[in-house]
């Protein structure tokens, strides 16, 4: 168990990809199969053995000490480290330094879920002497991501831009284990990449970057698709948490939620509190956050539907995200991908493709 290390768990960015989701709360905040993202991930910090968390936070950064305190409820000790501007993975490690207080430290991106056993990322950092330790996932499609190619004996070779043509299916997940001393050397005041600058400054300075490669679960939480398939694994149990309040099943269902008699609600669906689905609806691998409406007979799938907001009668809504207290009216369709501002009333029987609106 990791007693002796300590982690840091970057959640400053503003989440611009996932917007209209986020004008209101940052990414790690979004509710995720029934709590806030990050609540997931803290949980496995947790079940390490890590006793201490350093939060580095920027954007709405007082929404994560309004919902975590000082973190005694999750076993843990918070504390919260603001970044006045945006400074890079780096930048945002550095920025945290002087309230680290061991050897080594976990850091991780706060808006990667992932299954990994974080006791063997840091038994192989320990084991291989490393300055810096990288957890690799492979994947089955590199292409949309840099690759990390390492030797026999785990030694990371470089680091490779996305390409057509990777040279391995190892990429970085978004996790690692860092010596004190290495965060120390990193420059202070400036925007600083960790993939950029950090990591192949070390390999050109001799330095031992190791890779921790495994076939854990992995997601990058990004894009509106990844944070709905995210949220639907966690809910059926795909995606390991402790965090899940409920057993894992084909939906969750929280407090005050009014499901009709005949409403099918399955593939991982996470229902908010105080949401009401009418009768012969049809809700699939979604995320309904509080106070959402379907209507009797509409249809949702691999959607997110706004705290407030509401799908009238016979609306049909396909992997499209309805902001907070928007309007889908009655038989309205809405397909590939569409994404509606909070507070936009859409008139009954459109049918639309892809433009925000």
Not at 47 to 75: H, K, P
Not at 106 to 124: E, I, Q, S, Y
Not at 150 to 169: C, H, I, R
Request: proline letters at 6%; one cysteine or more.
């Amino acid at each position: 168990m990791l007693h002796d290390v300590e982690a840091v768990v970057l959640v400053g960015g503003k989440g611009t990809r996932l917007r209209p989701l986020t004008l209101s709360a940052p990414k790690p905040m979004l509710p995720t199969a029934g709590v806030p993202f990050l609540a997931h991930l803290l949980s496995r910090i947790r079940a390490a053995g890590v006793r201490r968390v350093v939060l580095g936070t920027s954007y709405l950064a007082e929404t994560f000490s309004e919902a975590f305190g000082d973190g005694a409820e999750l076993g843990l000790e918070l504390v919260y480290v603001v970044e006045d501007q945006p400074m890079g993975t780096g930048g945002g490690i550095r920025n945290v330094a002087k309230h680290l207080t061991t050897e080594h430290v976990l850091v991780f991106n706060g808006d990667v879920l992932c299954g990994t056993d974080l006791n063997a990322v840091v038994d192989t950092h320990r084991r291989t002497d490393a300055d810096v330790t990288l957890h690799l996932v492979r994947v089955q499609d590199p292409r949309a991501y840099g690759c990390v190619p390492t030797d026999a004996d785990g030694q990371v070779l470089q680091f490779l831009e996305k390409t057509e043509d990777p040279p391995t299916d190892q990429i970085n997940a978004g996790c690692y284990v860092f010596r004190r001393s290495v965060i120390d050397s990193i420059p202070e005041g400036r925007p600083v990449s960790v993939e950029r600058e950090t990591f192949p400054g070390l390999l050109a300075a001799g330095s031992r970057v190791s890779g921790h490669v495994d076939n854990a679960y992995w997601r990058d939480m990004g894009t509106p698709a990844d944070l709905i398939h995210g949220s639907a694994d966690l809910v059926r149990g795909v995606a390991p948490s402790s965090a899940l309040p409920g057993p894992p099943g084909e939906s969750l269902v929280l407090g005050g939620a009014k499901i009709a008699d005949g409403a099918l609600v399955f593939g991982g669906t996470a229902v908010g509190r105080g949401v009401v689905i009418g009768a012969g609806a049809r809700v699939e691998g979604s995320m309904l956050f509080d106070g959402a409406v379907v209507g009797e007979g509409a249809v949702v799938e691999h959607s997110v539907i706004g705290a407030g907001a509401r799908v009238d009668e016979g609306a049909r809504v396909d992997e499209t995200v309805v902001g907070d207290r928007a309007v889908v009216g009655a038989h309205c369709e809405l397909r590939r991908g569409m994404r509606i501002w909070p507070d936009v009333v859409l008139p009954p029987h459109g049918v639309r493709f892809s433009p925000d609106v």
